[in-house]
């Protein structure tokens, strides 16, 4: 059987390491899957509207389609929330509508992952801990509310490039999710895929004693999704088959 492949179109550079890391922690539970990565050219880096829609316009993304194309991808996903939640539920769709029509097979982007991901789960009312100044984590809690996701709380960080979030490290991931978790919370949302979270899925749940959703990881999910593919990995939490103390 041919190996399993999902491309991905990642904003410049900041935790692109992840999903080499993701691969091969999907590889050693047993999934015979690929995990191409294409970065694209993002201009500005900053978590601002006006950067954030240019940064994933449609001819951004584009200019990069031919190359994760060329990897031999059977889906695409956009690697990015903030450039894909900025534009609304609606905008959000179109993206994606475009990213596969030029790609030529399914595509899907970091925000619809979240939203399928608490679907997955079961969550009605999760708590963002985002890395973003305050006004652009409220446009992601906008896009979870029309996805019929109650959020309870919300926390942004302030920070303001992608460069600078990828910086942090396992103590700084922590200390975020710890902060901005909630008691009517069941679940909690790192909404970032600049942030590194692949190594610590498993510290994150066991921390907070419930399921923890980060970008990278549920990206990557959708992407198997796309293929119709579930692999159990609980190193990789919850979403994975993996079960938080409070579950």
């Known amino acids: 059987m041919a190996v399993s492949t999902v491309g991905f179109l990642y904003p410049g550079h900041s935790a692109e390491d992840d999903y080499p890391r993701l691969e091969a922690m999907l590889r050693e539970a047993g ?17 601002r509207v006006d950067a954030l829609l240019e940064m994933g316009s ?9 190359e994760v ?8 996903v956009w690697s990015c929330t903030s450039a894909s939640f900025v534009f609304g539920p609606r905008g959000a769709a179109e993206q994606v509508a475009e990213l ?25 009312r999760v708590a963002v801990a985002a890395t973003y100044p305050e006004d ?8 979870l509310r029309d996805a019929g996701i109650e959020v309870v709380s919300l926390r942004g960080s302030g920070i303001i490039t992608a460069a600078e979030v990828g910086t942090w490290g396992r103590e700084e991931v922590l200390t975020m999710a710890g902060a901005g978790d909630h008691r009517d919370a069941e679940a909690v949302l ?12 498993a510290d994150l749940e066991l921390a ?5 959703l980060t970008a990278n990881q549920v ?17 990789l939490g919850t979403l994975f088959g993996g079960r938080a103390s409070a579950v």
């Open 31 to 47: 999934a015979d899957v690929r995990l191409p990565l294409v970065h694209t050219d993002i201009g500005e880096d900053a978590h």
């Open 58 to 66: 449609a001819a951004r993304l584009a200019a990069k389609v031919s």
């Open 69 to 76: 194309v060329a990897t031999g991808a059977q889906a695409v």
């Open 100 to 124: 596969s029509g030029t790609a030529g097979v399914p595509a899907s982007s970091t925000s619809f992952a979240f939203a399928r991901a608490a679907r997955e789960l079961g969550l009605r």
């Open 136 to 143: 652009v984590a409220e446009l992601f809690a906008v896009f």
């Open 190 to 201: 790192l909404p970032d895929t600049a942030l590194h979270s692949a190594a610590y899925l």
């Open 208 to 212: 907070l004693g419930k399921p923890v």
């Open 219 to 235: 990206t990557v999910w959708e992407g198997l999704r796309l293929l119709g593919l579930r692999v159990d990995c609980p190193e």
